[in-house]
């Protein structure tokens, strides 16, 4: 251990001062998870006010040839499972340990399968001081007892710290191959911090741009996964471009109807930003859920989509249909199934009670949408609209 590094950890330990430098983590180690690896990593060496190290957390497996995922990663530069072939950055270390792959950072960037984010927070509560900041990249939202709640909002209520949101356009593979693409930062505190996010992340191919929305943009980034099974379903059944477009259209527009139900706050112009529109057209026309759900609609329904996962995703994880089911209980415990059809539909898919082909039949279905459900809807959306 280097003399500045000790003399650190003891002056921290006195309270006699505080390292100036951030010092980050990445937890979660999947595709994208990677990639923000990579991207972090190239900053860290070039700005001044970050160490160097950039400790990524992975959930440690055992490769084909028997050797460990970490061990690898530490090796080669390289996640071989989910990223192969792009080299991460000579200062990433993976560590299997949360725990202590957390401790020392007070930055933490939160990018793992949203199923997977409640036991996190429960292992890592009671360990992270209220002086760290943090962001996440998950989609997805957890839903309880008194409503939906927001991974941004479990990260915070459970550690006790603020987060930030980083959504987009952004399908990992291309970004890992220095694609061009863009990224918002969603903040609701202060901007400077939303701006630190903003400069560690950004790179010559990869633009951030900071909004004052997080719910907003966080929402944009989860309920976007359910319209891509949406479109899935359609080029599943070869039903053509016009009707895909179509899909889109009305699963935007219930994106941005329910975000404003849920929170009032939620701005029009978020819509308009990389997280929004833009986000939904990428996922529907490249990414994993509506990949799955393409081979799904294929099937006829006959082959589930957790047997497609495990065939298609090699153990990275679908979004979309837990999504799908978690908005389904939110919309029905609080009467508004009749005001998201597409949504509503989207689930009964899913889970076997209508047709794949059902999805462009949804107004007929009065198990979902009254007589005069229509109509109702067109009233309902136009008014928030």
């Known amino acids: 251990m280097s003399h500045s590094l000790q003399k650190s950890r003891q002056d921290h330990a006195n309270g006699e001062c505080r390292d100036p430098k951030s010092r980050v983590t990445v937890v979660g180690s999947g595709s994208w998870g990677s990639v923000a690896a990579k991207l972090i990593a190239s900053n860290a060496l070039k700005l001044p006010s970050f160490h160097d190290e950039v400790r990524m957390w992975v959930f440690e497996e055992v490769l084909p040839n028997g050797e460990k995922l970490t061990n690898v990663i530490n090796k080669t530069n390289e996640n071989a ?7 991460l950055g000579r200062n990433v270390v993976a560590d299997p340990d949360l725990e202590n792959a957390v401790k020392e950072a007070n930055m933490l960037v939160f990018v793992t399968p949203h199923q997977f984010m409640d036991g996190i927070c429960k292992q890592l509560k009671g ?6 900041e943090a962001i996440s990249l998950v989609k997805g939202m957890e839903v309880k007892k008194e409503g939906p709640c927001l991974i941004s909002s479990l990260i915070s209520k459970e550690l006790g710290i603020n987060c930030c949101v980083l959504m987009g356009a952004n399908i990992a593979n291309e970004i890992a191959m220095e694609k061009f693409s863009e990224a918002t930062v969603g903040y609701g505190g202060s901007r400077d911090i939303a701006e630190k996010w903003v400069q560690l992340f950004s790179t010559p191919y990869f633009m951030v741009t900071p909004v004052h929305d997080v719910e907003g943009v966080e929402l944009c980034g989860t309920l976007k996964n359910i319209v891509a099974i ?6 599943g059944l070869d039903m053509g471009n016009n009707t895909k477009a179509a899909i889109m259209r009305i699963g935007l527009r219930e994106m941005k109807a329910l975000s404003k139900l849920l929170f009032p706050s939620v701005k029009d112009s978020t819509f308009f930003e990389s ?18 759900a393409e081979a799904f609609a294929r099937s006829g329904g006959k082959r589930s989509f957790d047997e497609l996962e495990a065939e298609m995703l ?6 979309g249909v837990l999504t799908a089911r978690e908005v389904y209980e939110t919309l029905d415990h609080r009467g508004w199934l009749e005001m998201f059809p597409l949504f509503s539909t989207v ?3 899913c889970i076997g009670r209508l047709k794949p082909d059902d ?3 949804y107004r007929d279905h009065k198990s979902l ?3 005069d459900g229509p109509i109702h809807l067109r009233k309902s959306i136009s008014s928030m609209m």
Request: with cysteine; aromatic share 4%; proline share 2%.
């Open 359 to 361: 999805i462009v039949h």
């Open 230 to 235: 949406a479109t899935g379903f359609v080029d």
């Open 314 to 319: 090699k153990g990275q994880k679908l979004q």
């Open 347 to 349: 689930h009964q898919i």
């Open 275 to 292: 997280c929004g529109v833009a986000d939904v057209i990428t996922t529907c026309l490249g990414g994993r859920n509506r990949r799955v």
């Open 127 to 132: 360990k992270i001081s209220g002086e760290v």
């Open 81 to 87: 499972k989910y990223l192969p072939g792009i080299t």
């Open 369 to 371: 949408i009254s007589i």
